[in-house]
C-alpha cells in the first residue's frame, strides 16, 4: 500500500511567481486535504476535495486554488506568491471527508518565497 | 485568534516516566478532538482521538482525557519511550461540521531521554 506522496520536497519561488504542488493520495482514498504550516505554527487548513468536488474551504485568499483529478490525486496553485506564502504544505488523503475519517499526511513541500 | 492552545512548546521527560501534553480550545462547538505526532521531515501521525460524549480514550500507551468544562483536554503518554520524541499536536473540530476543518495547535515538542 503506497501512502501520501507529494512533490517537489523543496521549491523557491520568488515574490509575484505562481506555484503548483502535487499529492498522490494514498490508495483506496478519494479524498484529499491541503494545509499550509508556517514556522512555529500548527498546520492551517486550505481546504479539501472530495470526489473531485471541493468540499470546504479555511480562511485563505482566491489565490490559492485547487483541483483533484479522477485517481484522486491533487495539485495545489498558488498565484502571485508573497512572502508571507512561505511554509510548508502538507497534503492530507483519507477515505471519506468526515470529519471521524482519518486523515494521512504526506512529508510536505517546503515552499521559499524570496 | 488561536482557538487551539497548546501553552508548552517543549516538555521534556525521563524515559518509562509519564508524559503528559495539554491542549486548551476555546470555541464551545468543538466536540471532536484528535493528537498528531510529527517527527522531522516527515507529515504528521494520527495519534489518538476522543469525541466530546467521552471524556476519556485509550490506545495502548496513550490516553486522552477531556474535560469539556474546562475546555481542555491532555494526552499521557505512559511508559514515555525515546521513539515518541516528536512534536506533538492537538486539534478540534465541530463534529457535525459538514466542512471537514480541523484547527490545530501549535504543537510541543517532546523529548524523551534515555
Known amino acids: 500500500e503506497t501512502g501520501v506522496t507529494q512533490s517537489p520536497t523543496h521549491l523557491i519561488k520568488t515574490r509575484g511567481q505562481q506555484v503548483t504542488l502535487r499529492c498522490s493520495s494514498q490508495?483506496?482514498?478519494?479524498?484529499v486535504s491541503w494545509y499550509q504550516q508556517a514556522l512555529g505554527q500548527g498546520p492551517q487548513f486550505i481546504f479539501q476535495y472530495y470526489r473531485e468536488e471541493k468540499n470546504g474551504r479555511g480562511n485563505f485568499p482566491p489565490r490559492f486554488s485547487g483541483l483533484q483529478f479522477p485517481n484522486y490525486s491533487s495539485e495545489l496553485n498558488v498565484n502571485a506568491l508573497e512572502l508571507d506564502d512561505s511554509a510548508l504544505y502538507l497534503c492530507a488523503s483519507s477515505f471519506g471527508g468526515g470529519v471521524t475519517d482519518t486523515q494521512y499526511f504526506g512529508p510536505g513541500t517546503r515552499l521559499t518565497v524570496l | 485568534d488561536q482557538q487551539v492552545k497548546q501553552n508548552s512548546p517543549s516538555l521534556s521527560v525521563q524515559e518509562g516516566r509519564i508524559s503528559i501534553l495539554n491542549c486548551d480550545y476555546t470555541n464551545s462547538m468543538f466536540d471532536y478532538f484528535l493528537w498528531y505526532k510529527k517527527y522531522p521531515a516527515e507529515g504528521p501521525t494520527f495519534l489518538i482521538s476522543i469525541s466530546s460524549i467521552k471524556d476519556k480514550n485509550e490506545d495502548g500507551r496513550f490516553t486522552v482525557f477531556l474535560n469539556k468544562s474546562a475546555k481542555h483536554l491532555s494526552l499521557h503518554i505512559v511508559p514515555s519511550q525515546p521513539g515518541d520524541s516528536a512534536v506533538y499536536f492537538c486539534?478540534?473540530?465541530?463534529?457535525?461540521?459538514?466542512?471537514?476543518?480541523?484547527?490545530f495547535g501549535t504543537g510541543t515538542r517532546l523529548k524523551v531521554l534515555a
Open positions: 490508495s483506496g482514498h478519494n479524498t
Open positions: 486539534a478540534a473540530s465541530p463534529f457535525t461540521s459538514g466542512t471537514y476543518k480541523y484547527i
